[in-house]
């Protein structure tokens, strides 16, 4: 193939080889492009593509290589086929580790006179320094995001296939460069390129919407002119991606999400339109627009955008990676905000707060006690309004509120109440506000959270009553909360408790001493499950659970209460909960209880349910009054609560007792 004849035909129409493609020529991936991105099943049909070959002579079509011209004669742009293109390359430079042929690496990896050679493959800019030093150089370099990832494990699925001695590599290299046939298209003019970029971005193996509007901007700046910003969004958008890494946001869905919740803050606070982010910004800007001036605001206001992007991806790793923010962050209210992250971070759910999180810590560097404040308010707000059971029938129901004042707090920062009258009306009420924005959206959250979840609210959210049929072991939120309940009874203790016990799964423990915290019956599910024509609403209360430092291949037994309490204070593990050694007194009360209240002389089965029931009563006294202390609003005073008592109850249908009633 020589350069002229793919110049003046935008189409070779017969199959070309991969060797007549590549020969005296060099390809760049752009920018606008994703980073690598094939795993392990595309690897396999590739392989599979590969050996069907081995008896057979013809060419086989492999697919379809779109490219651009540039102004030098022998370099290419890549528009469509990066992915089959780089991973070929990465075949063919393992497969020259074990040939040593000096003709692949002149052909495929790199030529030119000495000291002057350049490679053939120059992929994107995200992804270019990590694959030079691990494919090109044969360097061990450390995989920082997802492409790296990618790249690195094909890197090993070749080397896994050559070392298997009945594997021909030197058959293996001639089928890939001689019998593998391409379609090689080159459209000629901008809007050709346009659709072709439209076309590949909305086809193939799904692209991220954050992927999605990276290639778009970085397209929107190409063809405008804007050399400068599109550099800018490259070495921002490494930074993000790395910022992401760190917060374990790698799947499309995670990206997706992280870019919603940006959208909201950034653009617009309709929730419709932050599902399609992409399509969104590209009815914003349009690449074509012919007057200078919408162009230039245009361009600034994607540059603002993709600078807050990364600065929420730095924030987001401060919230969802364990050490990032005491590793990064040395400036005042380190502690009382690294405290109130780890806190967030261990809640199950989180979605409704989180672009009132972004919002918040974009004032981290200039307002570092007002977002303290504001990130232990966006905790209690979430426990108590999405998290708690019974509050909202869904994790995401009012979320427009949440959203608004997102926008407002990030939007609205020279707000002032000297600017207004000395009353202003919030959302549930005339309220006198002094301050800033923070005050403000502090008093609707305020607000929201009392509407919503009351203290008897918060109270009915941790009992049954007599016709309800939940069952706490089913709560979402049940190990936070006997994480936080243990945190309290530690210090209470001078010791200490790491909450983060609570993110490990059951699969990731493997030793002794790497424990899992399991969720256990006080009273156990199949305990006298033929005495009862039921599940008896004791199993199911909230009183009845304790969480347990548990080794993976423990079984507990479905003993009677006293034996199943001191079966769980066997040493099981190495993590030590003051909630389960209580339970020895508890149960003394109890027993004396009923002996003395309850008149109890022949252990029968409503004996163990009596037991159990004041051990719920006990528990869960001791629960809500923690809970009302530990997730009461700043200045809220939650003491209508006096007890939980079954046996002396002031309501046919509640068991808890509140002052005033």
Not at 432 to 447: A, N, T, V, W
Request: aromatic share 14%; with cysteine; glycine share 2%.
């Amino acid at each position: 193939m020589t350069t002229s004849t793919a110049t003046n035909q935008k189409v070779r129409t017969e199959l070309v080889s991969f060797k007549e493609i590549i020969s005296n020529h060099f390809f760049k991936i752009p920018d606008y492009q994703r980073g690598y991105s094939w795993e392990n099943r595309q690897l396999e049909d590739l392989k599979k593509d590969i050996e069907n070959l081995y008896t057979k002579e013809y060419r086989h079509f492999t697919g379809t290589i779109v490219a651009t011209e540039t102004e030098d004669d022998n370099l290419f742009h890549i528009v469509d086929g990066q992915q089959r293109l780089t991973t070929l390359i990465i075949l063919l430079s393992e497969a020259n580790k074990i040939l040593n042929d000096k003709t692949i690496e002149q052909t495929y990896i790199k030529r030119g006179d000495f000291g002057r050679e350049k490679y053939v493959l120059e992929t994107n800019e995200e992804t270019k320094d990590f694959f030079k030093s691990q494919i090109l150089k044969s360097q061990e370099s450390t995989a920082k995001i997802k492409s790296h990832l990618r790249v690195k494990d094909a890197q090993t699925f070749f080397k896994k296939w050559f070392s298997n001695k009945e594997v021909d590599v030197k058959k293996v290299v001639n089928i890939v460069t001689q019998q593998f046939g391409f379609i090689f298209f080159t459209p000629q003019d901008s809007k050709e390129i346009g659709i072709m970029f439209e076309v590949i971005n909305n086809r193939g193996k799904d692209l991220s919407e954050l992927e999605k509007i990276k290639n778009f901007f970085i397209y929107y700046m190409s063809i405008n002119g804007y050399e400068g910003l599109k550099e800018e969004i490259n070495n921002t958008w490494s930074e993000l991606l790395i910022n992401l890494s760190n917060a374990h946001v790698h799947s499309n869905s995670d990206e997706n999400s992280f870019l919603r919740n940006c959208y909201l803050v950034f653009f617009d606070i309709n929730k419709t339109k932050s599902w399609h982010v992409y399509e969104q910004l590209k009815l914003r800007f349009n690449p074509e627009e012919n007057d200078k001036k919408a162009l230039e605001d245009n361009a600034r206001k994607i540059n603002d955008f993709i600078f807050f992007l990364k600065k929420a991806s730095l924030h987001y790793s401060y919230l969802f990676s364990k050490n990032e923010f005491n590793k990064t962050y040395h400036r005042d209210f380190k502690n009382e905000i690294s405290q109130t992250l780890i806190q967030i971070r261990c809640q199950p759910t989180k979605a409704s707060i989180m672009p009132l999180f972004i919002a918040t810590m974009s004032y981290l560097d200039e307002q570092p006690e007002n977002t303290a404040k504001m990130l232990q308010l966006l905790e209690i707000v979430n426990f108590r309004v999405y998290l708690l059971p019974k509050i909202t029938s869904r994790a995401d129901s009012m979320q427009g509120d949440m959203f608004k004042w997102a926008y407002w707090l990030y939007h609205d920062r020279n707000w002032h109440s000297s600017n207004f009258e000395d009353f202003f009306y919030t959302q549930y009420g005339q309220l006198k506000i002094e301050g800033g924005i923070f005050d403000r959206i502090s008093l609707d959250i305020i607000g929201f959270t009392k509407h919503n979840c009351s203290e008897k609210k918060l109270i009915q959210s941790l009992t049954i009553d007599e016709d309800e049929a939940d069952d706490y072991y089913h709560w979402k939120g049940i190990r936070y909360f006997l994480a936080s309940f243990e945190e309290y009874k530690q210090d209470e203790k001078q010791q200490t408790f790491d909450i983060h016990n609570i993110l490990k799964q059951r699969a990731d423990v493997t030793v002794k001493n790497n424990d899992f915290l399991s969720l256990e019956h006080i009273w156990a599910a199949n305990n006298k499950s033929n005495d009862f024509e039921y599940y008896p609403k004791e199993k199911r209360r909230l009183g009845n659970f304790v969480l347990l430092g548990l080794s993976k291949n423990i079984q507990l037994s479905d003993n009677d209460i006293p034996h199943k309490i001191e079966e769980l204070n066997n040493d099981y593990g190495y993590i030590s909960l003051r909630q389960v050694a209580d339970l020895n007194e508890i149960l003394k009360k109890a027993t004396l209880f009923l002996e003395n209240e309850r008149n109890w002389k022949v252990k029968k089965k409503n004996y163990y349910k009596e037991l159990s029931t004041f051990i719920n009563d006990k528990r869960e006294t001791e629960m809500i009054t923690f809970a009302l202390k530990r997730w009461a609003l700043p200045n809220e005073k939650l003491e209508n609560f006096i007890k939980v008592d079954s046996f002396d109850r002031q309501d046919v249908n509640e068991s808890f007792i509140l002052k005033n009633r």
